[in-house]
């Protein structure tokens, strides 16, 4: 893995499901990996079977979004970690 992508998301699945496309457009996942934390909400489980290629990680309870990039950083092995809101796609 050269490149892991990590996402922290809450209650914004349309927003996240926009972001997903986007970055698998851009990148070849083969190399790279993209790791979401679904942070204490249920509207996401609704889109995690459309994208099998992300590596999904959650709690029930929220925590916030520092403690949930930390979980992120500790699965992640790529070389690189880059982090984006889950609103924060790549034009």
Known sequence: METSILI???NRA???AFSLNKIH????TSKHEVLVF???CDATEAIKNNFGWVK??????TIGASPARNQLYENAIGTILIG???DAHPI
């Open 84 to 86: 984006f809101d889950d």
């Open 56 to 61: 999904w990680f959650g709690t029930t309870k």
């Open 38 to 40: 679904v942070d204490g």
């Open 14 to 16: 349309a927003e996240l």
């Open 25 to 28: 457009q851009l990148i070849d």
């Open 8 to 10: 922290v998301t809450k």
